[in-house]
């Protein structure tokens, strides 16, 4: 049922993601499909009527009526730890979207793509990761993922397999604590970290940066300084620090 612009959609499967992130899997009857990038806004309702929306960017692309979703639960937060610990298969939400048509990248192009994500704004870079994968469109494609730590990495496995195959390159980052044998440096991403990760600017690369807002702003300040062109760069701020 659509009311306004919101769909009835139902939650059919909830898995860990990492001990503080989940994906979701909700079906939306009348899904129009989605580009890679973009995101849903999705609508909760307490049984007093009181209502809480909040966005949430695609892991999913494409046609399918089932959408991914993974949330990363802020301590304090509103919604998200309802999200990530209380909601069921079978429960029911409400959808708006997909929404926003900067923040995307479609199949067909051939320069290089270099992604970007701190925590849980690997989101929408995997719809994108994925969409180059199913398309083998030859664009080559990187990926600097920051995590705080080993265990913090939504979409670990997937990822691993994607570097393996050759699609998608990832360099991974470790803000806090690496896992064992790693030998490379512990902390904030600089600039030589970032330098030394992504496609260097002769490749002129079309860049995304996703993630908390500081982590966006340092990292978009960053590639600006290194020489990327800042209209080659584009970012989604998630919220908070
Ligand atoms: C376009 C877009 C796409 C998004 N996609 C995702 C996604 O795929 N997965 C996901 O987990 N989140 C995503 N977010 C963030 C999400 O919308 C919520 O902001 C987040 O889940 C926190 O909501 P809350 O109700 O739990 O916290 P709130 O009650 O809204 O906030 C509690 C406190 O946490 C701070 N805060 C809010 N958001 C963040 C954040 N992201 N990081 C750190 N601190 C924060 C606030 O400033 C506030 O102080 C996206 C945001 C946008 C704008």
């Known amino acids: 049922m659509i009311v306004g612009d919101w769909r ?35 609508r909760l309702t307490a049984e007093d ?25 802020i301590p304090e937060g509103e919604v998200s730890p309802y999200l990530v610990r209380d909601v069921r298969p079978g429960d029911e939400l409400e ?5 926003g048509g900067y923040f995307v990248w479609r199949a067909g192009g051939v320069d290089p793509v270099q992604l970007i994500a701190g925590g849980s704004g690997i989101v929408p870079l995997m719809a994108m ?42 360099t991974w980052a470790y803000t806090r604590a690496a896992p ?3 030998d490379g440096r512990v902390g ?26 500081g982590f966006v702003e340092h990292v978009a300040d960053t590639l600006v300084e290194l020489g990327h062109d800042a209209r080659r760069i584009k970012t989604e701020r998630f919220g908070g620090a």
């Open 49 to 73: 009527g009181y209502q809480a929306v909040r966005s949430y960017s695609l892991g999913s692309y494409g046609a399918d009526d089932t959408i991914e979703l993974a949330v990363d639960e």
């Open 95 to 99: 959808v708006k979207g997909p929404l």
């Open 180 to 182: 064992p044998g790693w």
């Open 129 to 170: 990761a994925r969409a180059r994968t199913d398309a083998a469109t030859g664009a080559p494609f990187r990926l600097l993922y920051s995590v705080r730590t080993g265990g913090d990495a939504i979409y670990r496995d997937e990822l691993g397999m994607l570097s393996e195959s050759g699609g998608v390159a990832v």
């Open 188 to 213: 904030r991403l600089d600039r030589a970290g970032i330098e030394a990760a992504i496609w260097s600017t002769d490749r002129m690369p079309a860049v995304y940066v996703c993630g908390p807002t």
């Open 8 to 42: 009835a959609a139902r939650v059919v499967d909830v898995s860990d993601a990492t001990a503080t992130a989940r994906v979701l899997r909700v079906t939306v009857p009348g899904w129009p499909g989605s580009d890679p990038g973009q995101h849903v806004d999705i």
